[in-house]
């Protein structure tokens, strides 16, 4: 990596800079998007025990022919199975690689009009989210990321738990300097601190990440040497 693309993708605070994508961000340059000095990146797998997104093969394997430290994630529904949507998230991803970051789990509202983690006891929620951790860690050798936020940990799960022992991706949109951290976790390992960057080889907005580390703890992360 020359030394511009470095400084390029450090951001304010030293943080390297990362995008999470899905299907709505259409076809992507991945090698565009690693010129522009994104450090990694995430795609979307899989969703509830039924969908299965639509770019994530092209992401897939973009981001590694880009030469990016590549991750995958699946949207969480606490309503149906869980066996059967890890073992789809599985299926998608297959065994993970050198240069390949752990798995993450998207822990969010399922809809804004009705919520399924609203129908589901609130002493169940936490069990089938670490139900999934459990599993995909087992089946695939990494332990996963937790991604969610302050304002849903304290409204849809009452406490973290046994959650707060995997590293946390928090969603805090802020100018800050730091993120608000959910209760249960006392420090982060990636910050999706906008919903609204631009990055060339991306057509449109594009979530923004920061990675809490150096290039040598990025790429340890990804099981891969310098």
């Known amino acids: 990596m020359g030394s511009t693309t470095q400084a390029n993708n450090l951001a304010a605070g030293g943080n390297l800079l990362g995008i999470d994508v899905s299907h709505y961000n259409g076809a992507i340059s991945w090698k565009a998007v690693a010129a522009a000095g994104i450090a990694f990146a995430y795609a979307k797998a899989t969703e509830s025990v039924a969908v299965s997104d639509k770019r994530f093969a092209a992401n897939w394997a973009g981001m590694k022919q880009a030469g990016l430290p590549r991750g995958a994630y699946h949207f969480f529904h606490p309503a149906k199975p869980v066996q059967t949507q890890a073992a789809k998230f599985i299926a998608a991803v297959g065994a ?36 999934w951790l459990q599993i995909v860690e087992q089946a695939l050798g990494r332990k996963p990321i937790v991604y969610t936020r302050r304002g849903f940990v304290q409204q849809k799960l009452g406490k973290a738990g046994a959650l707060a022992s995997y590293p946390l991706w928090v969603a805090h949109y802020t100018k800050a300097l730091k993120p608000a951290l959910p209760p249960g976790w006392d420090t982060w390992t990636i910050w999706q601190y906008t919903d609204s960057g631009a990055v060339a080889g991306i057509t449109g907005k594009v979530d923004m990440d920061r990675f809490q580390g150096t290039r040598a703890d990025l790429l340890a992360l990804a099981h891969r040497a310098t």
């Not at 919520?115 to 069990?127: F, K, S, T």
């Open 96 to 131: 993970l690689a050198p240069g390949d970051l752990p798995p993450m789990l998207d822990l969010e509202e399922t809809s804004a009009a009705k919520d399924e983690w609203d129908g589901v006891p609130l002493a169940e929620r936490v069990p089938l989210a670490l139900q």
